[in-house]
């Protein structure tokens, strides 16, 4: 702790040590929260030992009073039942590829400033959608993004960063065809011939595409769209509106919001949530508003 520095609370500190930068990092991420005034407490993870597992020995065998995840989406996805267990608020420390729920709750990626955000910030209320069961931060996917998901390996997600998602994504666009859905939401029952139907949670999704220009991960609301695009390029047009998240805008783009829903497909199809492969079709998605705590700036001040 640096000379001065109040004590600030004790977090077990969970570090995915196969995120991106999580094993060159891990040293420096003890470091920035001490320089805060936070004592790391870190967690025993050996071999076969999940993320939720981790923060449940660590919570039970600690006096700690947050938990501290290092990683990115994909390990935030595999601590949720843990978070949910330990009822503690928790920070995060981005150590992935892509960062996604740091970016939609406006958390600095640089560790100095995260650490400065867990010490300093209040911890806010945060959403989780759930799918079949299954928690997730950020956005499930049925479609390209899970088949993405499913080719993007985590070496090449190690290897080449935001990269790889989009070489990934240049060998399996052309490759896309539509398939049929069936939506049931608000009493409505929709079909359609899509290439994804995206149901987020948070904002920011694969790396900087946008589920919504205006959804929050604290707003009580799933964000739902399907791209009914006929032909490839037409994905390639949108690339910039799914940046945005304006591409409910576009006539072959479906949008809506809702609180639960329900997907069918003609065969199962698998779900992509926050980056991992988790359940298949058919798919009951429904809101858990204000599951978690996490320590964030403001709403609006990211």
């Keep these: ?102 970016r939609s709750l406006g958390i600095p990626f640089e560790l100095d400033g995260a650490a400065r955000v867990i010490a300093e910030e209040a911890p806010r209320p945060v959403d989780l959608g759930e799918v079949n069961g299954h928690c997730y931060f950020n956005v499930a996917s049925i479609g390209f993004s899970a088949e993405l998901a499913g080719e993007l390996k985590a070496e090449a997600k190690k290897r080449f960063g935001k990269l790889g998602y989009g070489v990934a994504a240049l060998g399996l666009l052309r490759r896309a065809r539509p398939f049929t859905v069936t939506l049931h939401h608000d009493g409505r029952k929709e079909r359609a011939r899509t290439i994804q139907v995206s149901v987020g949670n948070g904002k920011h999704y694969g790396g900087g595409m946008t589920v919504a220009e205006d959804a929050r991960p604290d707003d009580g609301q799933l964000d739902v769209y399907s791209l009914e695009v006929r032909r490839w390029w037409r994905l390639v047009l949108l ?50 508003p204000a599951a978690l705590r996490v320590y964030a700036p403001p709403p609006g001040t990211g």
């Design 1 to 102: 702790m640096a000379a001065g520095t109040q004590a600030r609370g004790r977090a077990l500190l969970l570090i995915n040590r196969k995120a991106r930068s999580g094993e060159e990092q891990a040293e420096a991420a003890e470091a920035a929260l001490r320089e805060v005034g936070i004592e790391p407490v870190p967690a025993d993870m050996p071999d076969g030992t999940s993320c939720a597992e981790a923060i449940a020995r660590g919570v039970a065998r600690g006096d700690v009073d947050r938990v501290v995840v290092g990683g990115g989406d994909g390990t935030l996805n595999a601590a949720i039942p843990g978070l949910l267990e330990a009822g503690l608020p928790f920070g995060i420390l981005p150590l992935g590829t892509a960062n996604d729920l740091a």
């Design 239 to 288: 690339l910039p509106w799914l940046r945005s998240g304006t591409q409910g805008r576009w006539r072959d783009v479906r949008a809506f919001r809702t609180t639960a829903l329900e997907l069918h497909t003609r065969r199962p199809r698998p779900v992509n949530t926050d980056g991992e492969l988790t359940t298949h079709t058919p798919a009951v998605f429904r809101m858990r």
